[in-house]
């Protein structure tokens, strides 16, 4: 149980375009889905979290018009990169969380989005 | 803020070996501490988790680890790796951000198994 899916896995898009991101819970529903951002060799870092309904909270330094985060449903988020840049270029990993006192996340498989 | 040190950031140990990857963490109260593995271009999958009770905590690929609140560690350890334990692990612990419950995590530490 507690699978969480992303698609599409790979993209590749030409700089100025947009690109949306889907996160799925597919047998639970998530009270919160959070987004990473994670850099070569490097840890993952928070840029928002979403709550069912509500608007994402950004991290500090995340631009919120630029990565746009839509949680309209207990099963569904999705992170739009608008106007790509190649510095844009990373691996996206989505994360669901069944709220409560665990704090316990379910990762998705991650999205490698390349800018050219 | 809380934070989480892994002071290895590459290990390598040969197949059979025994392993251990440490795993430092500031938090006033009892923490929820997770040890989480990702192999290449792949998401996190959860290995182990505590919260409270017992403090060995046993998880899933044959992997435990110890909370020890005097030292303020959480080490992950294998009593003898597979050339598949080839991966980066990361250690992290719950916080409450702005009334969110977010996970804080190391900086990981990638695992190299030598034949």
């Known amino acids: 149980g507690a699978v969480v899916s992303q698609h599409p896995s790979r993209v590749i898009c030409k700089s100025g375009t947009s690109v949306k991101i889907e996160c799925r819970s597919l047998d639970f529903q998530a009270t919160t889905m959070f987004w990473y951002r994670q850099f070569p060799k490097q840890s993952l870092m928070l840029m928002a979290t979403?709550?069912?309904?509500?608007?994402?909270?950004?991290e500090q330094g995340v631009e919120k018009d630029k990565f746009l985060i839509n949680h309209a449903s207990l099963t569904l988020s999705t992170l739009t990169v608008t106007s790509a840049h190649p510095e844009d270029s990373s691996f996206y990993i989505c994360?669901?969380?069944?709220?409560?006192?665990?704090?316990?996340?379910?990762f998705g498989p991650g999205t490698r989005l390349t800018v050219t | 803020a809380q934070s989480v040190t892994q002071p290895d950031i590459h290990i390598t140990v040969s197949e059979g070996a025994s392993l251990e990857l440490r795993c430092n963490y500031s938090y006033g109260a009892t923490p929820y501490l997770f040890w989480y593995v990702q192999s290449p271009g792949q998401g996190l999958q959860l290995l182990l988790k505590y919260f409270s009770g017992d403090t060995l905590v046993q998880g899933i690929k044959g992997f435990e680890a110890e909370f020890k609140r005097s030292q303020s560690s959480f080490n992950l350890r294998k009593p003898s790796v597979h050339w598949s334990d080839a991966a980066e692990y990361f250690c992290?612990?719950?916080?409450?951000?702005?009334?969110?419950?977010?996970?804080?995590f190391g900086q990981g530490t990638r695992l190299t198994i030598n034949p």
């Open positions: 994360s669901a969380s069944l709220g409560g006192v665990s704090y316990e996340q379910y």
């Open positions: 979403s709550n069912e309904g509500s608007k994402a909270t950004y």
């Open positions: 992290a612990v719950g916080e409450v951000d702005e009334g969110a419950q977010k996970l804080v």
